[in-house]
């Protein structure tokens, strides 16, 4: 399948594209939305057209894929054993041709090219625990949002979704944005919470090692010596479930539907704690 590439395109060429690809994902948004485990809770498969369900029915994986990516493997030859339904030959067709190419289309990122697996323009803490393909992906993205930041007087960051909390790590501590953080999933708010101690220690151990580069990061970075405490937040170190008080520090639970936040800036953060990025 050779794909398009949106590089070769002209501005109007990508917003035509855009707009395909959106008419497209509205109109099969029940299959798209649709997880695997879903396939049984849900009975999904009833929800497909019944000429679809004529036509897929007793296909293995191996078959279903020859048929609608049409890429049989050596030696094989598409065979269908019964008249598709045009509905579904739309969609193949419409899928096929508004397909990404899967052959790169860049170069490495320079950043990469000392080490694979480390991006150079973030520094040690930021990269622990984090793939290269999202190191690269929250230097990108923490970069912009502190340059619209900065571009619109913005003072505070809302990261929905935040996971493990790698981009707020790095908009707090990286370049020094208040940062509020909310997930959902307790299970990532813990794993969050754990690498927030981690950094926080190789914070400490980095500061009693050499202060004067870590007072000078913290300059460079942004985030700079602590910010007076706001009202209502008590003075000194924070206690558990405090949200005013240090870096990434969960706050107060929210309902059954809500998820736990928890807030980080350059006020919840200790003397020469900011990192270069």
Known sequence: MPGISARGLSHEGRRQLAVNLTRVLALYRPILDAY???FFTDNLWDT???SWQEALDGLNPPQLATLLLGMPGEGEVIRYRSVWPLTLLALKSTACALAF???PGFQTPSEFLENPSQSSRLTAPFRKHVRPKKQHEIRRLGELVKKLSDFTGCTQVVDVGSGQGHLSRFMALGLGLMVKSIEGDQRLVARA?????ELLQALEKE???NPQVCAAGATASGAGPPAA???GCP???PGPGEPC???LQPGLAAGPTGGDAYSTGPAAVPTGAGLPC
């Open 36 to 38: 695997i485990i879903e």
């Open 48 to 50: 497909l057209p019944c």
């Open 101 to 103: 190419t899967r052959t």
């Open 193 to 197: 919470q754990h690498l927030d101690q």
């Open 207 to 209: 500061e009693k090692r």
């Open 229 to 231: 405490t706001e009202p």
């Open 235 to 237: 003075s000194g170190p």
């Open 245 to 247: 008080g240090g870096l």
